[in-house]
Nanobody, 115 residues
Framework: QVQLVESGGGLVQPGESLRLSCAAS????????MGWYRQAPGKPRELVAH???????NYADSVTGRFTISRDSAKNTVYLQMDSLKPEDTAVYYC?????????WGQGTRVTVSS
């Protein structure tokens, strides 16, 4: 069973950056498209970005130009570099396959953007 563990969240001020990591157990990680998702308080979970097994990326309009998704298959890790953070980016961030699989949702990592 694959487990996904997110890390790297925290409290930052608007305009600052964070880098999230998603470490996957299991060698099947490299075969899947992976995504970063987020859920803000009182809102449904939404897709932020995804990356295919060969590195093709796609982003939600709200983060295009500010966030960068990448993957290191040798480390079974997916990253989300978040720059120019805004208060509306405040959410719990999760990684999962793309499209997501219910069994792979982890605890997420909380990102708070506030002055």
């Amino acid at each position: 069973q694959v487990q996904l563990v997110e890390s790297g969240g925290g409290l930052v001020q608007p305009g600052e950056s964070l880098r999230l990591s998603c470490a996957a157990s299991g060698s099947i990680f490299s075969h899947y498209a992976m995504g970063w998702y987020r859920q803000a308080p009182g809102k449904p979970r939404e897709l932020v970005a995804h990356i295919t097994s060969i590195g093709i990326t796609n982003y939600a309009d709200s983060v295009t130009g500010r966030f960068t998704i990448s993957r290191d298959s040798a480390k079974n890790t997916v990253y989300l570099q978040m720059d120019s953070l805004k208060p509306e980016d405040t959410a719990v961030y999760y990684c999962n396959k793309y499209p997501p699989t219910q069994d792979y949702w982890g605890q997420g990592t909380r990102v708070t953007v506030s002055s």
